[in-house]
């Protein structure tokens, strides 16, 4: 119902960049946010919460859509996002509804909706910690104890707009902190970034998305998946099976061609159970994204959702083997069953190469074919009837089929430069208050003279760390959260991994004036 709701104001409002972004935020609470109905309802944890939240985010992140462009857009982090659209995370106003439908019921709900409550101990701990919320800093709000009850009833109905205003201007003072705070878990996994480049990183690490056919390398699997098909004809697994819009192997309708084809897409249970049926008599085949796929989705839109109608079937059925998988299988058998005067690693590893070049086939499948051929080695060695190699090659073809890895894979291949892998911004954040960051500089240089360098802050530094908006959105513009750090803190970072024990020192002129400032704060607060 939100993205609804964003779709049809989206080309006129919400990213018509003649409007200010501060305007079309505000008319996005109106029109978008307002459709959260039940958020009051809602405890905010589990995977349900984690989904709601990252799809508010997803469509807020929409009022950015012309002012990022490409990889940057889409990069963007989440407190980034809330912190340029100056938007509190979605947390912020579950707990504002969740305040003002215990305010309604002290108003109108029955006695027996109280009693109800009362076996809901998830939402009543959470309604706790939001009084707790509220009264935290001040001495206004009566005790959280059961005696205290009475008195929190009263001030919740006959002071309703007092509270609310209290709420409102506490979600305000919180989201200051929130951004301050975004801020510096930005500029730490930053830091923390900065480190792992350091880091040797090894091939395996990376998956390799290489066509060997065309020895062409991409970065993404989708990348891939799109070249297999359209330079190959490889379809993906889902898309022979895709039709209609119930699943005949969970019995779930889900109303459109488009979500089922995502669903089987995501669930290769269900697409291997399908694979054991007769084909469908009316294939939907558009790729993900194509023109097709787009006039079907907006030719089958619907708000319902997914619905069981019929008994699922049993999954327990074997994974099957794409035809292209099955073809390079028979390929490699029968090549290496031919007899050889050479039996050494190199060679058999140079064989499997030049036979399952040939096929439009991911790593991860050339893996299941060399496992699958070491069993049948094995079988065929242990029963005794091994007519293809001598006991020591047979020793050499398994050896060679263990140890074939991705850098056999991708040999010869440009792969260009391959970034090395790190912790999204969500898992940096469980982490960081754990993180030994001592550990990260065991990659310091120790080749080189230590020196006890000396960097200087600016004397405006911490009046810009005041405002995460601009500071955020400068840094978002060069693609580089690096950015958000102060150019002094940059260098001394680079310093410390490099093995010297910078000084930093701030600028003599801006003591006096922070000290002012922070007084004043307190002051209005």
């Not at 501060?22 to 349900?48: C, D, I, Q």
């Not at 019921?105 to 707790?132: F, K, S, V, Y």
Request: glycine share 6%; proline share 4%.
């Amino acid at each position: 119902m939100a993205k609804s709701a964003f779709d049809s104001g989206k080309s006129l409002i919400y990213t018509n960049e003649s409007i200010p972004l501060l305007l079309r935020t505000n008319l996005f609470h109106m029109a978008v946010t307002s459709t959260g109905f039940n958020l009051g309802l809602w405890v905010p944890a589990g995977r349900a919460w984690d989904l709601l939240e990252g799809g508010f985010t997803k469509i807020l992140k929409g009022l950015l859509s012309k002012r990022f462009k490409g990889e940057t857009y889409y990069k963007l982090p989440a407190p980034a996002i809330h912190i340029l659209t100056e938007t509190p995370p979605l947390a912020s106003f579950a707990r504002k509804a969740r305040l003002s439908l215990l305010t309604a019921m002290c108003w109108t709900a029955p006695d027996l909706l109280w009693a109800a409550l009362q076996m809901d101990d998830d939402w009543n701990a959470t309604i706790r910690a939001d009084l707790e919320w509220l009264r935290s800093g001040s001495d206004q709000w009566p005790d959280l104890q059961q005696a205290s009850w009475p008195r929190w009833h009263h001030l919740l109905k006959e002071s309703a707009g007092w509270v609310k205003r209290k709420v409102a201007t506490k979600i305000t003072k919180e989201f200051g902190h929130f951004g301050r705070e975004q801020l510096t878990l930005l500029a730490l996994w930053s830091l923390y970034k900065r480190a792992c480049e350091r880091w040797p990183v090894l091939s395996e690490d990376v998956a390799p998305w290489v066509c060997r056919i065309c020895c062409r390398a991409v970065k993404t699997k989708a990348a891939l998946g799109a070249h297999f098909f359209k330079t190959h004809g490889r379809l993906a697994a889902y898309r022979r099976v895709t039709g209609g819009t119930v699943c005949r192997a969970c019995g779930r309708n889900y109303w459109s061609r488009t979500r089922l084809a995502i669903h089987l897409r995501d669930s290769p249970s269900c697409t291997s159970v399908l694979h054991t049926l007769e084909a469908t008599s009316d294939p939907f085949t558009c790729g993900l994204g194509s023109k097709g796929w787009r006039m079907a989705a907006e030719r089958d839109f619907t708000l319902a959702i997914p619905e069981q109608q019929v008994a699922a079937l049993d999954h327990n059925c074997e994974r099957r083997w794409p035809e292209e998988v099955k073809r390079a299988y028979c390929a490699a058998c029968d090549c290496l069953t031919e007899r050889r005067v050479d039996e050494s690693v190199p060679v058999f590893k140079r064989t499997l190469l030049e036979v399952l070049a040939d096929f439009p086939l991911y790593y991860v499948e050339v893996r299941e074919i060399l496992d699958e051929i070491e069993a049948d080695v094995r079988l065929v060695v242990d029963s005794g009837s091994n007519d293809y190699w001598t006991p020591e090659g047979a020793a050499q073809l398994l050896e060679a089929v263990r140890t074939f890895s991705a850098e056999d894979w991708t040999s010869g291949v440009e792969l260009g430069d391959t970034p090395p892998k790190f912790a999204t911004l969500k898992a940096f954040t469980t982490m960081v208050r754990d993180l030994n960051w001592a550990s990260l500089l065991g990659c310091s240089g120790t080749h080189v003279t230590l020196r006890d360098a000396s960097v200087l802050l600016d004397d405006d530094w911490e009046a810009a760390w005041d405002r995460p908006s601009e500071v955020v959105g400068n840094a978002a513009v060069r693609c580089d959260f690096w950015g958000v750090l102060p150019g002094a803190l940059q260098k001394a970072w680079d310093l410390i991994l490099d093995g010297h024990k910078p000084t930093v020192q701030q600028g003599l002129g801006s003591g006096f004036l922070l000290q002012q400032r922070r007084q004043h704060q307190r002051r209005q607060d």
